[in-house]
């Protein structure tokens, strides 16, 4: 139990287009979900935290307006980033946190990344 | 706040012989800990995970880690390393009262030589 599907795992665009990244839960309610930065050989740096029917939580210094999050239902967040330029280019990771229910451990799913790439 | 430090940024042993990553943490309650691995360009798969019960915490793959408050130290280990054991590997706490955010360490790179 507990699978987080990430989509797509590779998407290259072109400079000024948007991306969208989709994350859900394949077997459980995930109330909040997070989305993760990570560049090469480094930590995963947190961008947002996404709880389902309300407005994403930025961590600072990350532009709202630049990686927009919609977190419509218990299984489903995106995160889209528009009007990507190649410093954009990055992988980036979501988890969900079961909400209810015997796996409610206050444990992170992770899904297995998208490598976004800019050109 | 809490914080995590990995002692070491990449760490190199010999197949079958032991495993030893280090993280020590920082925090001013009893904290959650966690040890997560990522192979090359995949997500983050749990290996385990401290809540305030045992000290000594197994988890998937034969690893396990002690919680030694007394030297604030959560290290990983293995007995014997396996191949498929190379990986990068993350020590991680849950921040307090902020809706279950998790404090990654830096990560430690582990290879193993055949």
């Known amino acids: 139990g507990a699978v987080v599907s990430q989509h797509p795992s590779w998407v290259i665009c072109k400079s000024g287009t948007s991306v969208k990244i989709e994350c859900r839960s394949l077997?459980?309610?995930?109330?909040?979900m997070f989305w993760y930065r990570q560049f090469p050989k480094q930590s995963l740096m947190l961008m947002a935290t996404s709880n389902e029917g309300s407005k994403a939580t930025y961590e600072q210094g990350v532009e709202k307006d630049k990686f927009l999050i919609n977190h419509a239902s218990l299984t489903l967040s995106t995160l889209t980033v528009t009007s990507a330029h190649p410093e954009d280019s990055s992988f980036y990771i979501c988890?969900?946190?079961?909400?209810?229910?015997?796996?409610?451990?206050?444990?992170?799913?992770f899904g297995a990344g998208t490598r976004l790439s800019v050109l | 706040a809490q914080s995590v430090t990995q002692l070491d940024s990449h760490v190199s042993v010999s197949e079958g012989t032991p495993v030893l990553l280090r993280c020590n943490y920082s925090?001013?309650?009893?904290?959650?800990l966690f040890w997560y691995v990522q192979h090359p360009n995949k997500g983050l798969q749990l290996l385990l995970k401290?809540?305030?019960?045992?000290?000594l915490v197994k988890g998937i793959n034969g690893f396990e880690a002690e919680f030694k408050k007394s030297e604030t130290s959560f290290h990983l280990t293995k007995p014997s390393a396996h191949m498929s054991d190379a990986a990068e590997y993350f020590c991680?706490?849950?921040?307090?009262?902020?809706?279950?955010?998790?404090?990654f360490g830096q990560g430690t790179e582990l290879s193993v030589k055949p």
């Open positions: 991680v706490v849950s921040a307090q009262n902020q809706g279950g955010k998790l404090i």
């Open positions: 988890s969900a946190r079961v909400g209810r229910g015997p796996l409610a451990k206050n444990i992170q799913y």
């Open positions: 077997d459980f309610q995930a109330t909040t």
């Open positions: 925090s001013s309650y009893s904290p959650s």
């Open positions: 401290y809540t305030s019960a045992a000290t």
